[in-house]
């Protein structure tokens, strides 16, 4: 994989099953459009020799990410992801908040699951050289942020005001989804909402291409992976238990269809990490 690629599915929170390296320097940080931006990141890598591989699980949400020598938009993926970091790269990234998918592309939700596509948004190619501008400059992680964030505002702040309610709808079901551990059926997800199943379904299916059902179960299987590659050792049936499955069969089946291998295989993972 060339090394300027592949660091799309987004540098989120609770995104990297494994933490990264020295040779990767992280920094991730909100910006004051909270209902149109979940947060900025950005990377900066050096691998002289050999291959860092990367496991990633993505927010479901769709970012726009500045190389050096490429901006596109890329949609959020289902499963793990490996990201194989080779040389000397950066990049810099915009985590969406769901309300914004609308207003970036005219592409559907559901079309831009594992996709890329060209930044239609006016004026990225003045903002794609304002960000090199600040990359290629060594780091300064207190400036950089306040010039990239400083960056991205002036840039996209002009969305704020064509988000929509079934945006700001979706948004916070999606938050809900997220982070409450309680919530384990859409319907549950709906009345905390105080709206009806088929709107909750309607507005994340538009804005994210997921299903609430997914979406909960995502939250869930990420707190299990980065569990299970963290501390291999981990008990199946307790965690099942602890996430709500009745059985770790069942449990184990979800497990592979959201994150795209066996529990197992995470712990081997996991293993070959921390050897």
Not at 26 to 37: A, E, S, W
Request: aromatic share 6%.
């Amino acid at each position: 994989m060339d090394a300027q690629r592949g660091l799309h599915t987004g540098i989120a929170d609770r995104g990297h099953i494994n933490a990264g390296s020295p040779a990767t320097l992280f920094d991730r940080y909100p910006i004051d459009l909270p209902d149109l931006i979940r947060q900025i990141w950005t990377v900066r890598y050096s691998v002289p020799t050999g291959v860092l591989r990367q496991r990633v699980l993505g927010y479901p949400a769709v970012n726009v990410v500045f190389e050096p020598t490429v901006a596109a938009l890329y949609g959020p993926e289902q499963r793990v992801g490996v990201r194989e970091l080779q040389g000397d790269g950066w990049a810099v990234g915009i985590l969406f908040r769901p309300a914004a998918t609308p207003l970036l592309t005219p592409t559907p939700a559901a079309g831009l699951i594992g996709a890329e596509e060209a930044i239609t948004l006016d004026g990225h190619m003045a903002v794609a050289t304002a960000v090199a501008q600040v990359m290629s400059r060594p780091s300064d992680p207190v400036a950089d942020r306040s010039e990239i964030s400083a960056i991205m505002r002036s840039w996209l702040a002009p969305l704020v005001d064509r988000l929509t309610d079934a945006g700001h709808l979706a948004n916070l079901a999606c938050q809900v989804a997220e982070t409450r551990d309680d919530i384990v059926q859409t319907s549950a997800l709906a009345d905390e909402l105080h709206t009806s199943t088929r709107t909750v379904e309607r507005v994340i299916r538009e804005h994210t291409g997921f299903s609430p059902k997914w979406l909960i179960e995502c939250r869930r299987m990420q707190r299990a992976a980065t569990t299970l590659h963290a501390h291999p050792d981990t008990a199946l049936a307790p965690l099942a238990a602890d996430l709500g499955f009745a059985d770790h069969a069942h449990f184990s089946r979800r497990y592979r269809s959201i994150i795209g291998e066996t529990p197992d295989e995470t712990r081997r993972a996991g293993r070959a990490a921390g050897a």
